[in-house]
């Protein structure tokens, strides 16, 4: 099956970005990791990362009819402010998982409420790009059944 992987804006930056919050794995090495690991499983991955609001509204309404099957998406900053990518997500009505780098619980109050979580399969935080890893792994295990 198809899954739509989506980073948000300033994740181009992943590698030099605040590295003691976000690590040292650049952006390009999570999407090839997570390639792999899909193909593994007989899955395919499409990558998009766009820091505009709008780009990331316009690829998810387009994976209602494309063939996409599950999203896995970093909202980054969009996560606390997003209710347009929100409501493009319940319009696909696809299954999606939400992804963080850091751990937003343990971090500032403005970074605890997600636009997201309560409509998501599931949330991974905290474990730098594992993250990622762990919630393709989910979501190849719900494409599996
Ligand atoms: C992030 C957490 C967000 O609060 C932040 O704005 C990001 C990245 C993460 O992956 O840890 O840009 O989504």
């Known amino acids: ?7 948000g804006p300033n994740l181009n930056l992943l590698g030099s ?11 390009a090495e999570i999407d090839s990791a997570l390639a792999q690991q899909a193909e593994q499983a007989g899955h395919q991955v499409e990558s998009l990362q766009s820091n505009a609001e709008h780009v990331l509204v316009d690829r998810i309404q387009a994976a209602r009819t494309d063939g996409t099957a599950f999203v896995l998406i970093n909202p980054a900053a969009f996560t606390h402010t997003s209710v347009a990518i929100r409501d493009a997500l319940a319009a696909t009505g696809l299954p999606f998982i939400e992804v ?3 751990n ?11 636009y997201f979580s309560d409509l998501a399969e599931g949330v991974v935080a905290g474990f730098g790009a594992h993250s990622y890893y762990a919630g393709l792994d989910a979501a190849l295990r719900h494409l599996a059944h």
């Open 1 to 7: 099956a198809q899954i739509l992987v989506l980073h």
């Open 17 to 27: 970005r605040e590295p003691e919050i976000y690590g040292r794995t650049t952006l």
């Open 100 to 102: 963080h780098l850091s």
């Open 104 to 114: 937003p619980h343990r971090r500032e109050p403005f970074r605890q409420h997600s």
